[in-house]
């Protein structure tokens, strides 16, 4: 059941404020709006449940789409002399700490794999590394829609957008 509205100058809603309401307490300082709604519409009615479904399929289509946000600009962290290939994971994660470590896996894993089974210097493992994030990062940068609208001709009205 949704309790019910309190007294003070709140606004009426207990706990202070409409995240306590919807979720309970907060944690870590952050509501899961998802979440709170889920656990309200499973107090609810089946009936109830269809309407806050309509309501919210209804919000859906008249709020407009969050722009997308760029791909960062990577964070350069100078390559020490005499770096191991697992501290140039690390600097470069932190790096390109943008890119979906799963896509990077196969290709980093190989060239450590060379490095630890096969015996490549680290040297040569290290700069190939640098260019496999390099690359992860430059095809993200392309297929990046935010980047693309801000660098170029509208395709739609044949016009540069600015």
Do not use: C, W
Not at 16 to 39: H, M
Not at 54 to 80: D, H, M, N, T
Not at 124 to 138: C, G, N, Q, S
């Amino acid at each position: 059941m949704i309790p019910p509205l309190g007294t003070g100058n709140d606004g009426g809603l207990p706990g202070g404020d409409l995240g306590s309401v919807l979720g309970g307490a907060r944690k870590k300082g952050r509501e899961d709006p998802a979440r709170a709604i889920a656990e309200i519409a499973a107090r609810l009615s089946p009936e109830d449940q269809a309407s806050l479904l309509k309501f919210a399929r209804f919000l859906e289509q008249e709020s407009p789409a969050p722009a997308p946000e760029p791909v960062p600009e990577p964070e350069p962290i100078p390559r020490p002399e005499n770096e191991s290939v697992i501290k140039a994971m690390r600097r470069l994660s932190a790096t390109y700490h943008m890119l979906d470590r799963s896509k990077l896996l196969n290709e980093t894993s190989a060239l450590m794999g060379q490095h630890v089974m096969q015996g490549r210097p680290a040297v040569e493992v290290i700069d190939e590394l640098e260019v496999v994030f390099r690359t992860h990062y430059e095809k993200a940068v392309a297929q990046d829609p935010a980047r693309r609208a801000d660098a170029g001709d509208d395709p739609d009205s044949g016009t540069p957008s600015r």
